[in-house]
Each structure stands twice: as structure tokens, then as C-alpha cells.
């Protein structure tokens, strides 16, 4: 999945890495329930028949006692291992393993025997690698025997240690994730966050931190905002407000301009942009105290997008503008001056075509210059695809409008953006109104519906920019609903979804 070959991808793939996010989707939400029990040690299986609950899920009697077995039947070394490594929510490969329970009792040089030994008795091998990655073999230690060592460890006294090594491991994990985003390996930072986020959902949590709870915040915080592509450009939104509120609520002191930033972000993308303007100025006073100059051509890209996001076009005209004049060339953190571009010429496709074009233009020459140190912003990608059909039908070009809509679509269900896909899709069933193809459009929007309905709660309001395309083509088919063909295809698209249509319509 190196970022040479994304280009490249067919939209079959499109669909296997939903399915993907999807799975990996369920495993956060298993993360979270397991934030909400008991992290610590299990307690010793009792002799009743019940199966014991450890981590959500049930243990029976008899797995526990093979754990113990297993346990038993190992040396000092794969017994020490063996409790360090129940600190693991998810699969973890041997750098993991080496950085979290090496120590001077267990030397790094001897982790990789041991691992060895280890493995045919408490662990089970996954295939979760990415390209590139040699970090092999990756394994997974199954319910019985974290129970196992996590009490052992606990008993030893030296739980809170590993943890907190744990907690520093997840920070790495986290950066790593986010420079894969900023150099272009964007579907790789996805499910490279994804795959570790049952890790990474605990150390978000302080209060499961040994010490006290705002002892930890700091590192929860942090972890949280290096993920901030996972929650904005990635369809997640309402998992990552949920969980920075959490961390900023125990950090004691003023948060830095960046956390502030993404706190502001996420109650824009939840459909909250009056929630976000205090957060905004809390963020620019924070970044001029701290002299964080990058925040400042984020937070201006930011007001850019909540002015968009309320229909206020000329404000974030020179909003956006005012972010290029700020941002750095190749942003460490953060939106991409790609997105910028595509930003202002989504102020303007509608206003002022020409300038649109212009926008669209040298953002595309600014990031060929660069391509070889930053490669392909998805997200930006697809909105630009978004402003190129609204430009195409504006020249009544209605056919490369639609193919244009489509490949918007298609890169918004790819990176997972639920807000970006309903809205090139509503674009689409414009395109395809107009073309007298009331059928498609009619499936096009019960997709929609049906997506929105199952990711959004009902408070959240779609942006300005995106109501008027789904309104134009609302007033198109209000009359056209009653005739039953039409609704049985609106029904159809909602049985079917925007991914089985992405690749026909």
C-alpha cells in the first residue's frame, strides 16, 4: 500500500478496504467496552460452572485452567514475557514486544528466543502487515492467557511499569501514523491507526493511567490529536470528540493550540460550528503564547472551512487565502495546502467559476512541485474532484460533471469519510437528474438517507454547501416520488448502500 501504487488502485479495492475499516471499526468498539471494565487483574476463576467475563467477554472455567497449564509449563524468561505481554489489547509485532517488555531481567537481545519459545504456547499468529513492514511475525494472545498474566503480573508488582511503557509505545504508534499521513501514505496512516486502535483507545483513556488520572492526560491528549486525521478525514468524528473531551477534561493546566485545534474540528464535523468559534479563539491565543506559528495556517484553514461549512462564501475566501500566506511549504501537522487550494475553489466554484479554476489550478501545480516529498492528499483529492464537477456543469458538461462527482465519491468511500461521500453522491444524482436518468438518482438518495441515518445523530446538520446540491435535487424529485418505480429504486439504493452503486451509477 506504498503511496506510488494508490494512484492506481482499482475501485474493487475501494470496497475491500471499507470492509477492512469496517472490521477494524468493530474492534474499537470492543476497545471501548473494554475501557469501560476492569483493565487490571482478572480475579481467580472460581468453581462454578458460569463462564467468567474478563475484558467484555466470556472465559469458560476449562480455558483458563489450559492457560494455566500453559503457564506452567514454561521457564523464568517465557513466564516473564508471558505477563508483560497482557498489557496488549490488540496483535503487537517483535518491535512492540522489544520496547515494551525488554528490561534488564528480560534483555532486548534476548526478546526474539523468547518470543519464540513463547509463542506455540499463549499466543496466535496474525497477518496484519502492511507493504513495506518487516516487523514479522505479529501475534495476539487470546482472553485466557492475558487473564493469566495479567494476574501473575500483577502479583509480581511491576503492572504499572509496563504500562506506562506501553502508554509510551502507543505515542510512537501514534506518530507514526500521522507521518505516514503528511507523506502520503494516507490509506496506509488509516489502517495502520485502525489496526493498533484497541491500543491506542486505552492509552487515550487516563483514567486506566497507574498514577492519577491527569498525571496521564497529557499522553492521552497527545495520542488523540496526532490522530486527528483518523477523526476528520476519516469518518470517525464522533469516536474522537468523545475522547479528547475526555482526556482535556482530567489535563490540569491550558491545552496547547493543536488540541484546542482538533477540538474545534470535531465539533465541525459533528455539525456543531457554532461549538467551535470559542474553541477557535481559545486556539489562537494559545498558539501566538506558545509562538506555535504552524497553528496558526491550520487555524485559519479551520475558520476557512467552518465560514464554507455556514454557507459564507466570501469569509472563507480569505480565510483560505489567509492560511496559504501562514502554512509552511510542506506542513508537519495538519491540512496540506492542497486542501487549501481545493478549499477556495469550493468557495468559489459557485460564485466565481473562473477563479475556481484558477484555485484548482495552481494547487495542482504547487503539489506536482512537491509531489516527491508529500505525495497525494486523498482527502483534498476528492473535494477537488467535487469542485471540477461543479465547474463542468456550470459549462453544461453534464457527463464529465458526473464522472468527475463519481471519482469524488469513490475517494470519500475509500478514506471513509461519511460526510464527503453523501455529498458527492447527492452531487451525482444532480448530474444524473439532469440527464433524464431519474432512476439512479432516485438510488442515489435513498443510499444517502440510508447513510446518514446510520452514522449521524439526529442533531447533526449537513453543511451549507452540501444542503443546496441535495435541495436542488429534492425539488427535482418530490413530484417524481410518486411514481412507484421511483420509489422502489429510492428503496433499493438504501437496501443496496453507496458502495455496491459507487462502481454503477
Known amino acids: 500500500m506504498s503511496a506510488d501504487r494508490e494512484g492506481t488502485r482499482e475501485p474493487p479495492e475501494t470496497a475491500t478496504l471499507w470492509s477492512k475499516q469496517r472490521e477494524q471499526g468493530e474492534q474499537s468498539e470492543l476497545g471501548k467496552q473494554r475501557e469501560q471494565r476492569e483493565h487490571c ?124 511503557r506501553h502508554r509510551r509505545w502507543c505515542v510512537k504508534l501514534a506518530r507514526r501514523a500521522a507521518d505516514w499521513w503528511q507523506s502520503g501514505r494516507q490509506v496506509d496512516a488509516r489502517d495502520l491507526a485502525l489496526r493498533e486502535l484497541p491500543d491506542l483507545a486505552v492509552a487515550m483513556d487516563p483514567t486506566t493511567a497507574p498514577l492519577s488520572p491527569s498525571a496521564e492526560a497529557d499522553t492521552a491528549v497527545e495520542i488523540a490529536v496526532l490522530l486527528w486525521f483518523l477523526w476528520v478525514a ?84 480569505a480565510a483560505f487565502r489567509e492560511a496559504l500566506g501562514l502554512m509552511a511549504e510542506c506542513p508537519e501537522f495538519g491540512p496540506t495546502r492542497h486542501s487549501c487550494w481545493v478549499g477556495l475553489a469550493l468557495a468559489l466554484c459557485r460564485t466565481d467559476p473562473e477563479a475556481a479554476q484558477e484555485a484548482l489550478d495552481q ?87 440510508l447513510l446518514r441515518a446510520s452514522v449521524f445523530d439526529t442533531s447533526y446538520r449537513p453543511a451549507e454547501y452540501c444542503a443546496v446540491t441535495r435541495a436542488r435535487s429534492e425539488t427535482a424529485l418530490r413530484t417524481l416520488l410518486d411514481d412507484p418505480e421511483l420509489r422502489d429504486a429510492y428503496e433499493e439504493g438504501a437496501r443496496r448502500g453507496l458502495f455496491a452503486l459507487a462502481g454503477e451509477v
Open 363 to 449: 494547487g495542482d501545480l504547487e503539489h506536482e512541485s512537491r509531489w516527491p516529498r508529500v505525495g497525494r492528499d486523498l482527502c483534498a483529492d476528492a473535494w477537488a474532484n467535487h469542485a471540477r464537477a461543479e465547474l463542468a456543469a456550470w459549462d453544461g458538461e453534464q457527463d464529465r460533471a458526473a464522472e468527475y462527482a463519481r471519482w469524488a465519491l469513490r475517494e470519500h468511500l475509500r478514506t471513509g469519510s461519511a460526510a464527503g461521500a453523501a455529498c458527492a453522491a447527492e452531487l451525482l444524482a444532480q448530474m444524473r437528474m439532469s440527464a433524464g436518468r431519474r432512476d439512479a438518482a432516485a438510488h442515489l438518495l435513498g443510499a444517502v438517507d
Open 234 to 317: 476519516c469518518g470517525r468524528a464522533a469516536e474522537g470528540r468523545t475522547r479528547l473531551r475526555h482526556a482535556l477534561a482530567l489535563l490540569d493546566g491550558e491545552p496547547s493550540a493543536r488540541a484546542l485545534w482538533l477540538a474545534a474540528f470535531l465539533e465541525l464535523e459533528s455539525g456543531r460550528p457554532e461549538d467551535a468559534d470559542p474553541l477557535l479563539v481559545r486556539a489562537w491565543a494559545a498558539a501566538v503564547r506558545d509562538g506555535d506559528e504552524g497553528a496558526l495556517g491550520m487555524l485559519a484553514h479551520l475558520r476557512g472551512a467552518t465560514a464554507l461549512y455556514q454557507g459564507r462564501t466570501r469569509a472563507a475566501e
Open 41 to 164: 487483574e482478572p480475579s481467580e476463576p472460581n468453581e462454578s460452572s458460569e463462564p467468567t467475563v474478563l475484558w467484555g467477554e466470556p472465559v469458560g472455567r476449562d480455558q483458563l485452567a489450559a492457560a494455566e497449564r500453559g503457564y506452567a509449563r514454561c521457564g523464568p524468561a517465557e513466564r516473564l514475557l508471558w505477563e508483560r505481554l497482557s498489557v496488549f489489547e490488540g496483535a503487537f509485532g517483535r518491535d512492540a514486544v522489544r520496547e515494551v517488555c525488554a528490561s534488564g531481567t528480560l534483555p532486548p537481545a534476548e526478546i526474539r528466543l523468547v518470543l519464540a519459545r513463547l509463542a506455540p504456547l499463549a499466543l496466535l499468529p496474525v497477518d496484519d502487515l502492511f507493504d513495506g513492514e518487516n516487523d514479522f511475525p505479529r501475534y495476539w494472545m487470546p482472553l485466557p492467557m492475558r487473564a493469566v498474566g495479567a494476574r501473575r503480573l500483577t502479583e509480581r508488582g511491576e503492572r504499572w511499569a509496563v504500562v506506562l
